[in-house]
């Protein structure tokens, strides 16, 4: 079964390139509101999980027992650009457990901005793995690691404690089971488990209703939530999507990206939750179509805060390096039942 | 139609990502070899033209006129990195036409290796239009300018001389009229005319024969060949994959990337022209599916020089940031019938 396609590239007068995938919008009974393409096919998730994968976090006190606030639950669940608020804040996550940034199972990359390149370049230092967009997450699973007392060492290992507290939590949120068959490694060297965007729809529906929650994981459930609504720049950075989405939106929803064309979002009013996938794994497409999906769910129009910042997500222009609009991104007709 | 499934991205035991897209191979009389997908949808061939583009710097007399080598005429045809020896290159090539990098029409954009973008961190410059990776091209465009006697301003522009005879060149080459239906405007600010894979490769299969062409095209067309064999490097840059090709293949190949997932490739040998498009405008599907149609063209054998580097083009491994494969890029049994 082919999936239909979501996304077209426009540059002139002819489509130049256009994305397919699949997309899948439930509530917290599990039932399907929308469905675009083969919603049942397993992929990784990837970071589009980090809530699920903060939840441990905040359920073993950790939080609390180091006074972390809304910046520091927040980055828990990011994949941030390394800029400075971000990496300061990452590292204080560390020290306040009495480690540092050698404790830190993901590899180094280079801060997502040029300005944030530039300061590490004029200082001739390389990136380290503070700087991987994952630190925050790594720096939380640290701090549980020591809550619980056990050793930080292999803690990005599925056997370590901490690890298990994370997957078993993934497995219970998406109703999957997290066996050897479904499991990869993911790009900060954690195990990540494919799960359809059915069941990953489902899980922040859950997150966000929660329904069939225990009222721990509930209430952990609903303070990342909030955090994430209190500081969008902790969960990603200057420019970004999860950031402009959420800064344009407030508490309304959680979005969050994931590598390789996945997306999630958790609608509280509506008690909805979106996954999607897009088969090629571009995230210019996955941002038009959760941009469009959200204007769409929530019934935005030009009147709406943030309707502007949304529809320019959902509709952005292709550029020459001149700055010149050339073409554009557009959603096409598959996901036009949202508004059903 | 939906295109085959070219490529699959792989992470543990599940395929991740997969990228659709057409392949046409042809040979000089325009006589398909092999097809796959939809081979006669005009898309965008994109900086893939480039050595079509530079025909008219060769045959208007510009690169003998200004005594340039093969260096300045591989640049002409060039995505390079902005690596220094491009940038002074393309300097030089301004300089020896009486003109600078302020005449240039194509747009500032960063280099593509970390070191030469901290070259300019460290200087507290930006980068200007010299860097763009078409600066080699529109240094041609302007020394043909002058040798033709046109006012340089405005010869980005359709109507200007120069780029009638680069788009006039592009349209007999490709057999494709080269009207406003099928114009959009590329990333470097000049047009680009949406042609079809089969008759971009039918073009690259007459640059590479000579079959159609006259003397004066033919001649210029083989210097452009052999001026990339010999300075690969100027053609793209460190590591990347049209450099790592054609110095792995000497001057058995001729191949050239463009943005949005084109390909094309000119064997002289076998008087072939080779030309794809991943649907989705994917690299790392563009990039595969070409190696491994190179390595069956020319039937590579481990024994070959040029094979394990070809071989690591079309299978690439998939890492973590910490360097772990942790998966593959693969091409799919679509292209088996290349060997046949």
């Known amino acids: ?189 954690i195990p990540t488990f494919a799960v359809s965007p059915r069941a990953l729809a489902h899980g922040f529906a859950r997150f966000v209703t929660g329904v069939g929650l225990t009222a721990t994981r509930a209430r952990a459930a609903e303070r990342l939530r909030l955090a994430a609504a209190a500081e969008p720049f902790m969960i990603a950075g200057t420019g970004r999507f999860c950031t402009r989405a959420m800064t344009a939106l407030g508490n309304r929803v959680l979005v969050k990206t994931g590598a390789e064309g996945v997306f999630i979002a958790a609608i509280k009013e509506l008690g909805l939750g979106v996954a999607l996938k897009i088969d090629d794994g571009a995230t210019r497409a996955s941002e038009a179509v959760m941009a469009r999906i959200l204007i769409d769910l929530l019934k935005l129009t030009p009147d709406d805060a943030g309707y502007a910042e949304m529809q320019d997500l959902a509709n952005p222009p292709v550029k020459t390096w001149a700055g010149d609009k050339v073409g554009e991104i557009r959603v096409t007709e598959a996901l036009d039942g949202v508004t059903g």
Not at 16 to 28: K, L
Not at 102 to 119: K, N
Not at 172 to 183: E, N, Q, V, Y
């Open 1 to 189: 079964m082919e999936n239909p396609v979501l996304v077209e590239v426009t540059r002139g007068p002819i489509v130049e390139s256009f994305h397919r995938g699949s997309v899948a919008i439930v509530d917290g009974d599990g039932r399907l509101v929308f469905g675009a393409g083969d919603i049942e096919r397993p992929s990784f998730p990837r970071s589009a999980v980090k809530p699920f994968q903060a939840l441990s976090f905040l359920e073993s006190g950790a939080a609390d027992r180091f006074g972390f606030g809304d910046a520091e639950i927040a980055l828990s669940m990011a994949s941030h650009s390394a800029e400075p608020r971000h990496v300061e804040t990452a590292r204080a996550m560390l020290a306040a457990a009495g480690l540092d940034e050698g404790c830190l199972a993901c590899g180094p990359h280079w801060p997502g901005r040029h300005d944030d390149q530039g300061e590490l370049h004029r200082r001739g230092e390389k990136p380290g793995r503070i700087h991987n967009n994952c630190s925050g997450k790594h720096a939380g699973f640290l701090c549980t690691c020591v809550v619980m007392g056990a050793d930080p060492r292999g803690y990005e290992k599925a056997e370590h404690p901490v690890m298990r507290e994370v997957i078993a939590a993934g497995a219970s949120m998406t109703g999957t089971p997290h066996a050897t068959d479904i499991c990869g490694t993911d790009g900060c060297s």
